[in-house]
């Protein structure tokens, strides 16, 4: 099995609970799941998919900003744009 699956951690180094990232050498994915949601997946040499759960709450989003290494503003633009995949929502102009 390829997959591993970690806690986030804080600024201040603790693990956080309910936020995880899921490497998956195999299949050549990275995952950031909040609690029981996908909330976004990279995978090598395609588009970043977003899920409909991406700006559920703020907790999710400071760990969402952390994973994508941007902040909010930046996703929806990649989204509008088609720079990133929504699965599982339509992107609003």
Known sequence: MTQKVRNMTSSRGNDVPNQFII???E???TTF????????????GK????YEDYDYSI???KYRNDFLGERVA???????SGEY???GFEVSE
């Open 27 to 29: 299949k050549g994915t």
């Open 74 to 80: 930046e996703t929806r633009a990649k989204l509008k």
């Open 33 to 44: 799941q909040s609690y029981n949601s996908i909330i976004a997946v990279k995978e090598y």
């Open 47 to 50: 588009k970043t998919k977003i």
């Open 23 to 25: 490497t998956d050498e």
């Open 85 to 87: 995949e929504a699965v």
């Open 59 to 61: 907790t999710t989003g």
